[in-house]
């Protein structure tokens, strides 16, 4: 199937600091989504993003697909989004619906 | 729409018990997913249902697992007999069509002792 690579793994924030989060993926898709799960275990979505670019608050992100790779941005980051972020993309041998996640980027920012 | 609705939130059984897990899924979603967490295999697909049909069932780990979805507003996951490796998270997620946004549950945290 389809693989999707997270980086970094972890990662460790002052309050109010930026940070970016990347996705590659071994395959062109048409279906890409970002989620955080907080720390209760919900997932949460945050985009639906298989290309360009969008922002919601201090969330953005950056799909290219052509080059194969999503990047998340957190600016003015906050305890509250601490959490695990996983990319989630849409095989395409399965018509995109089988989302195949990757091993997320676990995210503490301290106060 | 009050999203994804998943019963119970958590459940312990004991080995050999069946267990039975609940999804509502969003009015007007025709896609329905059942996935499983585990922190050794991560996220992933058990089934999927469009409209009412199981579509994909190639993640069912084994004959002790059964899913139904007899009408667009509710589907169950059931295992008989559980086993203590059945101990997971197990997420319900709906989406409008297919390969459109999901939307996943507050998932059910499955312990099997």
């Known amino acids: 199937g389809i693989q999707v690579e997270q980086s970094p793994p972890d990662l460790i924030l002052q309050e109010g600091a930026n940070s970016t989060l990347r996705c590659n993926f071994s395959?062109?898709?048409?279906?890409l989504q970002w989620f955080h799960q907080n720390p209760w275990g919900q997932l949460i979505n945050l985009f639906y993003i298989p290309s360009g670019t969008k922002q919601n608050g201090r969330l953005s992100a950056t799909t290219v697909a052509t080059e194969r790779y999503s990047l998340l941005y957190i600016s003015s980051s906050q305890t509250t989004d601490s959490g695990v972020y996983f990319c989630?993309?849409?095989?395409?041998?399965?018509?995109?619906?089988?989302?195949?996640f990757g091993a997320g980027t676990t995210v503490t920012v301290r106060a | 729409d009050a999203g994804v609705i998943q019963s119970p939130r958590h459940e312990v059984t004991e080995m050999g018990q069946e267990v039975t897990l609940r999804c509502k899924p969003i009015s007007g979603h025709n896609s329905l997913f059942w996935y499983r967490q585990t922190m050794m295999r991560g996220l992933e697909l058990l089934i999927y249902?469009?409209?009412?049909?199981?579509?994909?069932d190639s993640g069912m780990p084994e004959d002790r697992f059964s899913a139904k979805m007899p009408n667009a507003s509710f589907s169950t996951l059931k295992i008989q007999p559980s086993e203590p490796r059945d101990s997971a998270v197990y997420f319900c997620?709906?989406?409008?069509?297919?390969?459109?946004?999901?939307?996943f549950g507050q998932g059910t945290r499955l312990t099997v002792v």
């Open positions: 249902f469009n409209n009412n049909v199981p579509i994909d």
């Open positions: 989630a993309v849409g095989d395409p041998r399965s018509n995109d619906y089988k989302l195949s």
């Open positions: 395959d062109s898709v048409n279906n």
């Open positions: 997620a709906s989406s409008f069509t297919a390969s459109t946004e999901a939307f």
